[in-house]
C-alpha cells in the first residue's frame, strides 16, 4: 500500500506547495478543495500519484462524501492529515458583523474540526497517525483590525493541544504549524505584477528580523517536519515559521 496523505486547501498556495512537498518525499496525495481546475493543475503535478476531490469545508455532506471515498481506496494508507484551508478577512472589532466571524470559523476551525473527525476512524483503525494544523502567527500574537481571524486560529492552536494529549493512546501526533506573511492568493498583493508587486514586498520584508516574507514552501518543509517520520516524539507543538516576525 502506498503511504498517503490528505490536504484540504491543496489547489493554492501553502497547500499547493505541501501537497507537491509530499509527492516529492513518495507518499499519494489526496488533495481538498472547491476549485477543481486548480486541484487537477496540483494533481498533474503530484509526481508519487494524486486523487482530488471538491470539497466545501463549509458543507458537512461534501466532508462526509469525500472522506468516504477516501476510506474505500483499498490501495493507499493514509498516515497524515494536514488541514490547511482557510479564509482571511479583516474586520473591526467594534463594529464589524458577525458575518465575518461565523465565516472565517465555519472554514479555519469547524471545517478542519470535522474532516479530522471523519479522518479520526482511518487513523484509529491502522493504529496512528499524525495531524498537522496551519495557523497563524495571528493566532499567537494578535494585531488590530483582524480578530476575527486571529481568534479562529488561537482557537486552532488550543484545539490542537486538546487534540494532541487525547491522541497519544491512539498514537496520533497533533502539531501547528504558525505561518507569517507569505506570499500566496489569500493576500490581495499577491495579485500585484512587476515594480508595485515589488515595493510592497519591500516595504513587507522590513517588517520581519530575517528580512523577508515567506514562501509557501518554506512553509511546506516546515509542515513536512513536523507530519513525518522526522519528528516521532512531537505532540502539541505549536511551531511559529515566520522569519520571526511574531517577536516584534
Ligand atoms: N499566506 C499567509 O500569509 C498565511 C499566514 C498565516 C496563515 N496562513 C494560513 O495558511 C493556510 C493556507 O492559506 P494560503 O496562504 O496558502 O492561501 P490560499 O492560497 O488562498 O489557500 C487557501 C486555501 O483554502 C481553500 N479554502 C478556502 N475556503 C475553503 C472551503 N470553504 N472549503 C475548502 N477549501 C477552502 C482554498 O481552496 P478553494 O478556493 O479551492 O476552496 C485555498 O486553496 C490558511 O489556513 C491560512 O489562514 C496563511
Known sequence: MKKAVIISGAGSGIGRATALEFSQQGYFVYLL???????EEVAQECRSGARRYGCDLNNSQQIQKTCEDIISQQDTDVQVLINNAGVYE?????????????????????GA??????????????GGGSIVNVSSTLGLKTAAQVSAYSASKAAMNSWSQSLALEGGEHKIRVNCVCPGIVDTPIHEFNKLKGASKEKVLNSMSSLQPLGSIGTPEQVAKAIFFLAGDNSPWTTGAVLAVDGGINLV
Open 33 to 39: 478543495g472547491r476549485n477543481k481546475e486548480r486541484l
Open 90 to 110: 479583516r474586520n473591526d472589532g467594534f463594529t464589524g458583523g458577525l458575518e465575518t466571524w461565523r465565516k472565517q470559523f465555519e472554514t479555519n476551525l469547524f
Open 113 to 126: 474540526i470535522e474532516l479530522t473527525q471523519r479522518v479520526f476512524p482511518i487513523f484509529k483503525k491502522r
